[in-house]
């Protein structure tokens, strides 16, 4: 319990905030919970969705709760489809692995995150 305060208040005296927890699966609507299975097929492998910790690329847990990508672009939709859709780094583009509707879906689900 100690334990817990302790690190809670460190979190507040650097300035971070916890990130909530994802919604859960249950509770996703027919668009998320289809960008859930897009997300599992195409970026599953190598991103974590519902944990914390990489994989071969950054967790997506909380990207839309945060104020900057792992990258220190923004954490906005413009910048995370460009990323999905073009690539970045290490990362492939996907614009040639999923029509408009996957993509549209697998973004309302990385808001549940």
Known sequence: MILVGV???VLVLAGCKPIPPPTPLAQLNEQQAHGHDVFQ?????????????????????GTFKKEYLPSGAPANDERVVSTIRFGRG?????????????????????HTL
């Open 41 to 61: 097929s195409h970026c599953g492998s190598c991103h974590n969705d519902r944990r914390n910790g990489a994989l071969n690329g950054p967790s997506l847990r």
């Open 90 to 110: 290490m990362m492939p583009p996907m614009a040639g692995t999923m029509d408009s509707g996957d993509l549209d879906d697998l973004m309302a689900y990385l």
């Open 7 to 9: 690190s809670l208040s």
